[in-house]
């Protein structure tokens, strides 16, 4: 996985479906402030990129997007000069450059760890990603994988799947296993 970004804690970070709540809270907290439409640096390639635009563009923000990856974020300042925890408003490249805006959104693409999935005996796919069937199993019993780590027929599931969906179906799986486990044992 690439370096983190400096600050980047300060901003809002964009992975799945599942992060569009939180970012269209913020979106709303930052436009009430401003009293204007919010412009918002986007910064990311690939899916979660587009995705993250789409939904800031829903949320009324006027996405500038850069594919360069920032060396650091810098806080927003907020009345009285102090700077923000929850909010960041620009970012500065190796170079020097900068862009400027009213908020800033991470959207870059997670990296599976597939060596050490393959350490521990899972299947990995040639893309990246621990290899599953349509009910998030590996190839070993007992373990499932979700999210940027789950690879389908080839493709990583962590935009197509909301982290929810999936969890909800590995946990149902597990609960059955854990009921049905006293009744194998009372029956032997």
Do not use: H
């Not at 620009?90 to 450059?97: I, L, P, R, T």
């Amino acid at each position: 996985m690439a370096n983190p970004v400096d600050g980047a804690a300060q901003c809002l970070s964009y992975a799945t479906i599942d992060d569009a709540p939180r970012i269209a809270k913020s979106v709303q907290r930052v436009a009430r402030e401003l009293g204007r439409r919010p412009v918002g640096i986007l910064v990311g390639t690939g899916a979660a990129a587009g995705q993250a635009e789409a939904v800031l563009r829903a949320k009324g923000v006027r996405p500038i997007r850069t594919t360069a990856r920032p060396a650091a974020v810098i806080p927003a300042v907020v009345a009285g000069g102090s700077t923000s925890r929850q909010a960041a408003s620009a970012v500065v490249f190796e170079d020097g450059s900068s862009m400027t805006g009213d908020l800033v959104v991470l959207a870059e693409e997670r990296v599976s760890r597939d060596g050490l999935a393959a350490g521990a005996g899972l299947q990995t796919a040639a893309g990246g990603g621990i290899v599953i069937s349509r009910d998030y199993r590996t190839s070993v019993p007992g373990i499932w994988a979700i999210g940027d780590a789950a690879a389908f027929d080839g493709v990583r599931l962590g935009l197509l799947v909301a982290a929810a969906s999936a969890a909800g179906a590995c946990a149902t799986q597990l609960l059955t296993a854990a009921s049905a486990a006293p009744a194998l044992q009372a029956a032997a």
